[in-house]
């Protein structure tokens, strides 16, 4: 698999009219960083970020020669993720919060969006 072919972390497959890798790297779900690089770049090891896939916190996507590929957002879970463990909460207890925060989020998120377009109806209405 070539890397413009590369499915996202959210198992979407790129569209072949996208634009090549480097242009997408602002893509916050981009498979864009390889376990050694995103272990240092979250300030942990490679071992954390395979338990954290283990909890599925996080699912790296596979480069074609079955290497791990994470995107910032992945990495940014786990980032939130260590600090959790750091402060002595178990890795599970850890990725079982994050997944909830991100829940949460996400809800916040889909809500606000209800309430610009209920805001948008009823001006409309005026």
């Known amino acids: ?31 864009a960083y390889t376990m050694g690089r995103a272990a240092e770049l979250v300030g942990a090891t490679p071992a954390f970020l395979r338990a954290l896939g283990e909890a599925r916190l996080i699912t790296p996507t596979r480069s074609g020669g079955g290497h791990r590929r994470y995107s910032r957002h992945q990495l940014r ?33 889909a809500n606000e969006e209800l309430r610009r377009q209920e805001s948008g109806a009823s001006q409309g209405h005026r």
Do not use: K, W
């Open 1 to 31: 698999m070539t890397p413009e072919s590369q499915p996202y972390d959210d198992g979407r497959q790129p569209d072949r009219n996208r634009l090549p890798v480097a242009d997408r790297l602002d893509d916050d779900h981009f498979p």
């Open 77 to 109: 879970l786990a980032v939130r993720a260590r600090e959790l463990v750091d402060q002595g909460t178990p890795v599970d207890a850890a990725c079982r919060i994050v997944s909830l925060e991100e829940q949460l989020e996400q809800a916040e998120r």
